[in-house]
């Protein structure tokens, strides 16, 4: 049995839809469990809607749920075409949509939005793409299924954000998933999202439909995980940043998973660690081109000094000061401590005799964060920063690279540098002005372009 996780842009409209519904027949003898996106852009338009509806501009929220209803039914007709079975999928389509109206009007008249509704919101994107193509697998003659991923993915209730009681899950996911699998039957799962055990609704963070995958994977013990999506795998830097990126066929799962969490959104961070904790292999491939090798996620790549280069623009460097400070016992646990009741997770640290200078990309819960370490001593807040992080598991044995790297940098300011305690990775804190240039930097200067060489 192997998972297959399809991105926003593999469901993003009828052709899209009918290249990933190939693709998953041909794949039907290895048993396939499918894990879907929204329809691409659909989770940030719901995101959007809410807001503008809490915001009071109800007429305009309205508009959009209609524009995201006429799309669903548009890519619904051109896929099955008239007839009553596609007539009766559309009435349930317009449930959805008729829901998320009912929605918009109540935060209309609250005049804000919690956390919990924004995910019933958000939520209705994936609840809405499984059943088209689960539709469009059976007119290709696909005995599949929709399961109701709120059904299967038990989860905290820290909306927006959720985390998943992998026990239950596996639990569920047995009970609705594998035995369709053992019927011969194709389940299909919303990603993203997931219930409390009371059944309310919850999402996984934005992204979310690979950490979905990654746990139905690991519930069920899949041969393999695969993730299918708009490039060719996981790339030596970000496409869209750096022109001239390239293949990795074969990469170690801690190396991926570094990648992820500084920035290649073609993972969400999260999730390597459940294929890491069963050995699950992991892969990445193109549905646009679906003949290509992929990339392959396993334990034992070979190592190399530089694999691939990460950026994410968002950060947020927190630094606490004091003069008694770091040799106080205990005073770094009391740190931490703040982060973790604030559900903020840190990326990179550095520590001085008298400072502790921490980044974090989520700013959600960061005025209470800033007011809750204020105890430690004073505090300060530096917005508009940026990660730029060079990845190799053998990177921290190789004093040359590291020093290339900086070379290849250049006269930048840095706020912040770290070498990771496993040494697999260097990170470098800057403005977020200069994530790119310096990308495309240290990648010239590692995988020189091939037209130069
Ligand atoms: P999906 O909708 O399939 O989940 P995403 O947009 O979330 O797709 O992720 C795919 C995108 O990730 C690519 O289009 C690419 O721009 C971006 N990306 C960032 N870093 C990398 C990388 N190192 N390798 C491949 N893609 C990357
Ligand atoms: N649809 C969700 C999002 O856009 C989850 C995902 O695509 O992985 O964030
Ligand atoms: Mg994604």
Redesign the pocket.
């Known amino acids: 049995m192997i998972v297959m996780?399809?991105?926003?842009?593999?469901v993003g409209d009828a052709s899209a839809i009918r290249r990933t519904v190939d693709i998953i027949a041909g794949r039907a003898p290895r048993a396939p469990v499918v894990v879907l996106?929204a329809l691409?852009g659909a989770t940030s338009e719901l995101l959007a809607m809410a807001a503008q509806a809490a915001s009071g501009n109800l007429v305009s929220a309205i508009a959009q749920v209609e524009s995201l209803r006429t799309r669903h039914l548009r890519v619904l007709y051109e896929l099955l075409g008239d007839g009553p079975e596609t007539n009766d999928l559309a009435a349930d389509e317009s449930a959805l949509f008729d829901e998320l109206a009912h929605l918009s009007e109540a935060l209309s008249v609250l005049g804000h939005v919690t956390p919990r509704s924004l995910d019933a919101f958000a939520a209705v994107g994936e609840r809405a793409s499984a059943p088209i193509v689960v539709a469009a697998l059976v007119r290709a003659g696909v005995v599949a299924r929709h399961v109701d991923a709120r059904d299967v993915m038990v989860t905290d209730a820290a909306f927006g954000r959720a985390e998943p009681r992998e026990e239950l899950i596996a639990l569920a996911a047995r009970e609705h998933v594998a035995a369709l699998v053992r019927d011969g039957c194709v389940p299909v799962l919303g990603g993203y999202i997931g219930a409390t055990k009371d059944g309310i609704t919850t999402t996984l963070g934005r992204?979310g439909?690979?950490f979905s995958a990654a746990l139905v994977g690991a519930a069920l013990e899949a041969e393999a995980i695969e993730?299918?999506?708009?490039?060719?795998?996981?790339?030596?830097?970000?496409?869209?940043?750096v022109e001239d990126?390239r293949l990795?066929e074969h990469i170690r799962f801690d190396e991926a998973a570094e990648?992820a969490t500084f920035?290649?959104?073609?993972?969400?961070p999260s999730t390597i660690a459940p294929a890491v904790r069963r050995g699950i292999p992991v892969f990445?491939f193109n549905?646009h081109r679906p003949s290509g090798n992929g990339?392959r996620i396993t334990f034992d790549a070979p190592r190399s000094a530089v694999r691939?280069?990460?950026g994410k623009s968002n950060v947020v460097i927190v630094k606490v000061r004091s003069h008694r400070m770091l040799a106080a016992p205990g005073i770094l646990r009391g740190i931490f401590e703040v982060f973790e009741r604030n559900k903020t997770s840190v990326d990179v640290v550095a520590t001085s005799e008298v400072s502790v200078s921490l980044t974090v990309d989520d700013d959600q819960y960061l005025d209470d964060v800033v007011a809750q370490l204020r105890v430690f001593g004073d505090v300060g807040v530096e917005r508009g920063r940026g990660i730029v992080a060079l990845v190799g598991a053998g990177l921290g044995e190789s004093s040359p690279t590291m020093a290339r790297a900086l070379a290849a940098v250049g006269d930048v300011r840095l706020h912040m540098l770290s070498l990771s305690a496993t040494g697999i990775n260097l990170t470098l804190i800057v403005d977020a002005t200069e994530v790119s240039a310096i990308m495309c930097r240290l990648h010239d200067e590692f995988f020189p372009r091939r037209s130069a060489a």
């Open positions: 996780k399809f991105g926003g842009t593999s996106s691409g992204g439909s690979d993730i299918w999506t708009d490039v060719d795998g996981l790339l030596t830097a970000d496409p869209k940043v990126a990795i990648l920035g290649a959104k073609v993972l969400h990445i549905s990339t691939a280069i990460a």
